[in-house]
Nanobody, 123 residues
Framework: QGQLVESGGGLVQAGGSLRLSCVASGRTFSRDNMGWFRQAPGKEREFVAAISWGASTYYADSVKGRFTISRDNAKNTVYLQMNSLKPEDTAVYYC?????????????????WGQGTQVTVSS
């Protein structure tokens, strides 16, 4: 099934930016829909953004206009550019993959996950 490895997390002040990367290996990445999710302490995992194999995108309302998801199939990588970060964006961010026909925001619809990367936004 391969592997997904996230990177790019860290500590940033409110209003700052980070770019997360997720590299896929051992899979035909160009056929995958990719999603970014996040989970804060004591909260359920929530949808952030998704990009289809055909590069259609979808965003959670909470990040629309601030975050941008993109993919580079030549590098087997999906990115999440996060701008204007807020303390409430603090969470562990996960990338995930599936091959469903349509993009979905439901974590259970994704069958392959990375290990996560911590993003902390200070006020």
């Amino acid at each position: 099934q391969g592997q997904l490895v996230e990177s790019g997390g860290g500590l940033v002040q409110a209003g700052g930016s980070l770019r997360l990367s997720c590299v896929a290996s051992g899979r035909t990445f160009s056929r995958d829909n990719m999603g970014w999710f996040r989970q804060a302490p004591g909260k359920e995992r929530e949808f952030v953004a998704a990009i289809s194999w055909g590069a259609s995108t979808y965003y959670a309302d909470s990040v629309k206009g601030r975050f941008t998801i993109s993919r580079d199939n030549a590098k087997n990588t999906v990115y999440l550019q996060m701008n204007s970060l807020k303390p409430e964006d603090t969470a562990v961010y996960y990338c995930a993959a599936n091959r469903q026909l349509l993009l979905t925001t439901t974590p259970g619809a994704y069958d392959f996950w990375g290990q996560g990367t911590q993003v902390t936004v200070s006020s």
